[in-house]
């Protein structure tokens, strides 16, 4: 506003990829709208997310080498999904997310995200 009084600078991104650090992807809230549509992988993906999918699949590949029984495999949580099993599908989610989820440099899409469906 110092350069240009009066003026309100504002900004709407479509896509917007992660590449800021927490602080300053909220930093950003208050002029950037970033607007993610349906499936769109983009604004979800980063170096970090790619570790994190890359820890899943060898968890769900072989959950007895991570310390996880066989009802973490993945032939186990599709079987739990055909039958319906909400309950048995969070609990398998929250022993294997604190396993796969850890890589670190996480980054954000710039400001507040609005998702489309």
Known sequence: EARFPGVA???VAFACPQVLDAEL???QSNHTTSVVVGDDLVPRFSFAT???LRNVALILSD?????LSG?????ALLAM???GDGEGLAAAYAAIRPLACIAPGRLFPSGRL???S
């Open 9 to 11: 600078v504002e900004c």
């Open 114 to 116: 609005v998702g489309l």
């Open 63 to 67: 959950p007895a080498a991570h310390g």
């Open 71 to 75: 009802s973490h495999s993945a032939a």
């Open 50 to 52: 790619t570790e994190d």
């Open 81 to 83: 999904d055909a039958r």
């Open 25 to 27: 992807a909220m930093a």
